[in-house]
């Protein structure tokens, strides 16, 4: 097996998304415009995108990872605009793609249409979110984004298979088609709700940081394997552990929380940029064999049913967003009444990506008797070209549709000003604390260490507070500001001499990696509390 190729593409891919981060165009949007440039260079060897590896092996750690990032209670608070995209919105978009391309194609079957549809609903939030965290989107709509994001891909999973049944003459039916829906759902969520518990208990009795950072590793393949075993859905399942585990992580040892936030990022940072890089690849092997449909008229197509993909979101997020409003008073009573502004935004996010690419790319060459899957080459291109269509024309239009509309953002100081008042709150039930711990004789401390103990807690209060205060005329740094840096600086002086010493001889390396390590852990809590 020759290793270089793929070790090119994840080298290649990282660059790309590492200098994109130094240009206004997000990095999943660069990564696909190298990646079609680069699909027809001399020498570039044909990428092919495998469902039996996206699917199974870098599907489930993309979205545990958003899933532990997400909030629960957010997502809880948001769950019926959520369920109506993640659900809703793909069925609906799968029937209406299906039926269009049905039109559309001549000689397509509408089975093999609806397989179409099922394919192309379901929008990949990755980009999207990535956009709206850099222009500063209202928190709801980037909640509603990846909430959709995380369960949408289990709908289109199951609506595809139904469809394919269909189209390959396995005989499916409406009930049977109802039937495996709820039985991927049901099956998905009780999955996960009957691993999460040993899992969180697992990662909770781990002494090591190591081997609970293992388990991490390991968590959302356990989860996706488990619930496919058992015809479930494996999407839901990851996503149910994860939420779970991501809202407990708190009861984690801080050791693993800082080891696992670095692995976590890193894999999200290699998977996100390869399987960008890898939808641009593909266009020489989507060209393949389009035979009648090659030219014009596959041109035609495509325009064709990109513009429903879009539309069609838009019929449905403007009713999904209203209507409920309309029969429900308890929600009117409930919810602010949303402007024309929010739900367009939400419309116009619907790019899509691999998850796409990767369930075309799965479907068989033959049908059952022997004859080949009608219309396969060119479902695999009318794919291709919708997932560049929304992530090119969507993608770079999204941030100056944003600024455009001029939505109210997130607002720093009211954010400041609720974390100043939690650390405060913290801080005197710390200090209760300490004085109870003091009180007794088991835990007597000179003064000095026990004036540096309230200390630390001054310190962490005033933290927050100085961020609200007045910033030096020279520097333009607040005091806090400056602490920090100060203090990075003495942490910097101090290993310098730790390295010294090292070379000098006068301590080895083990006694250096552990002083190392000291300051290490010093300079990431003065980072954090910088971020």
Known sequence: MNVLPLLVLVAGSAAVAGAARRTPVPAPLLLVAVGLAVSYVPGVPEYTLDPDIVLPLVLPPLLYTSATDSSYLDLRAHLR??????????????????????????????????????????????????VARRVGLPSRITTILQGESLVNDATAITAYKVALAAAVGEGATWAGGVREFLLAAVGGVAVGLVLMVPIHWLRTH????????????????????????????????????ALYLGHHNWQVDFATRLQEEAVWRMVAFLLEATVFALIGLQLPVVLKGLGEYEGTRAAWCAVAVFLVVVASR?????????????????????????????PFIIGWAGMRGVVSLA????????????????????????TFTTVIGTLVVQGLTLPPLIRLMRLPGRDPQAETLAEANAQAQASRAAERRLDELLDDERNALPPPLADRLRTVLERRRNAVWERLGSVNPVTGET???????????????????FVKLRNHRYIDDEMLRTLLRRLDLEEAAAYREAA
């Open 81 to 130: 605009p959520v369920a109506l995209l993640s659900v809703g919105y793909v069925l609906f978009a799968t029937l209406v793609v299906g039926w269009a391309a049905y039109l559309i194609v001549p000689g397509l079957p509408l089975t093999a249409a609806l397989v179409l549809g099922a394919v192309v609903a379901p929008p990949d939030a990755v980009a999207a979110t990535a």
């Open 314 to 342: 838009f019929v449905w997020v403007y009713p999904a967003a209203f209507l409920p409003r309309l029969v429900f008073s308890r929600i009117r009573e409930r919810e602010d009444n949303p402007t024309w502004k929010g």
């Open 479 to 497: 005091v806090d500001d400056t602490y920090r840096r100060l203090s990075r600086e003495m942490i910097g002086a101090e290993r310098a001499v």
């Open 206 to 241: 781990l002494k090591e940081a190591l081997l609970q950072n293992t388990l991490s590793l390991l968590i959302p393949f356990v989860a996706y394997g488990a619930a496919e075993w058992v015809h479930a859905s494996g999407v839901l399942a990851v996503v149910v552990v």
């Open 359 to 382: 369930i075309a790319f799965s479907i068989p060459k033959t049908v059952h008797g022997g004859g080949p899957f009608p219309g396969r080459n060119l479902i695999l291109f009318l």
